[in-house]
């Protein structure tokens, strides 16, 4: 039996959420106030039956035991995994017996050694030596983070790993070697100053490397590999989670030198974007360790508009973001060292998401014109819409109305117009425009799987058939109830390639991952197989819409005792209806 199976026959979903809330019995189920947020009424429901949970207030989350750990203790997948493991006794794999299993991540380890001692031993590393005292790194800094220096050679670390038995495969695979055109091999990394990038636990899955005598580009990353992604890492995570959690604040830097500097000087929640704008992935993983968070990016043009599209884009629902005003031409680095008191002041003093908006936006138009206070409309609107609380929603729309001499009540129906238009135009580009079909010979294959199995089914038709990626474009991470089946499809999103998928994942993901792999199907065409994902798809989508519409029709019902408005939530209620009814009326006409 493999662990994660181990783990789940024993686990009792009562038992691991009774040790963070107290649970009250209701009917068949338990509820108790939310341990993720406060509230004055419970609406945080346990399922023992369906060994699941549920928050139909601010959290609208939901999931196993599993899911609950990782977000009670800000933990991954295998780290959740392996703290019910210690729970219920069963020994789980360690991390040096993970990592013995990974050549790669030996690799890695490997050359992180190699770089470091380089720096601190050899004569050609007496310039970088130079810089880092000049920048303010110590010696002790520098040897916690594991800094090093690539040797100019260009063969160096790769007859360095050959000589510890690593191929040049496995090399090229870890992002270590470039590939020329005429087929040779070589280091990638040539007389840099070397970062080590580390996942969660500490592994090494990647490395920075920073110029030192003016060659382009200034900062070279290892290339996207079976490892290291840099859409779902944030550097320095490793190091500053602890610090994150204590502070329940999360300080967004852009540069390696950025968050190596905070660290030195005690400001231990600080992580780096190792220079690009945040993605969904990693602002949802800062969302499980912190309720606030602070955009501390370089104060130059190029940074404002970075932090700009980052706002709108990666943070858009996210309230409690806020962006640090940096003097001009400092960067984190330059103040911190220079004057690493006014580090607090400035990010205490760091100005909400909507105030850098109302900044940054009314002075690019000429609102005297009527062009002008539409394209500011259209700009700024729908980002006051998106504040969370109401209160302040109600405060800015009547901000907007003064920059644009309209009325905040008039300004408000505008915008709900334009944001049904946007809505409207979104679903009608969404949706699949299909001929009439005949009646799908999958119905024995797809239709008569129970709930439970939809999830791994789905999945398992993903892995056998790339070609189906298509049509998994509308599943969505939280239509998994399984934790496992969650984190596999959010693997199977990032790369799709059955090899590649097993050397992302550690060792009990990668035994589930078998179990969907080796999954027997009837025997089915392409188009058949087609129809069959489709049809979990839908029902899995129409699963989740279920779920949701209780949450938002008890929000309805606390709307209507507490005196609130109401129609901002009918319209909702709506629209979830609407979808419901969309999905039930394609299955019946398609037969299931």
Known sequence: MSLLDDVKSRLDIVEVVSGYTSLTPAG???KARCPFH???TPSFVVFPERGSWRCFGACAEGGDAIRFV???ENQNFAEALRTLADRLGIQAPSRRAQEAMNPLLRANEEVAKFYHKHLVDSEEGADARAYLEKRGVSTETASAFGLGLSPTGWEDMKNHLAGQGFTDAQMLQAGLLHRSEEG???????????FPIKDDGGHIVGFGGRELDGGQPKYLNTPQSPLFDKSTILWGMDVASEGIRLKDEAVIVEGYMDALMAHQHGFTNVVASMGTALTNQQVEHLTRLAKSYVLALDADAAGQEATLRSLKSSWKGVDNVRIALLPIGKDPDDLIRQAPDRWPDV?????SKIDFFFRLLPPRYDL???EGQRTLTEELGPLVLDVQDSTEQDRHLERLGELLGVNRHTLEEVLQRQRQSVLRAATAKGQRQRGPDEPPKVQVAAAAFKQDQLEAYSLALLLRDPELKEVAEALQPEFF????NREVYL???ECSIIEELRELMDTPLREHLETLVDREFPSMDQKERTEALAHCVRRLEERHLREVRTQIATALSQAIEEGDDPSQVIEELRKQDERLREIHSTRVRRGF
């Open 491 to 493: 693997k199977w999103a």
């Open 28 to 30: 068949r189920n338990l």
């Open 184 to 194: 040779r091999t070589r280091d990638l990394f040539h007389g840099r100053l070397m």
């Open 347 to 351: 990010i205490a003093s760091a100005e």
């Open 70 to 72: 990782m977000k009670a």
């Open 38 to 40: 406060s509230e004055r």
């Open 368 to 370: 005297t014109t009527t």
């Open 481 to 484: 109830h399984e934790s496992e």
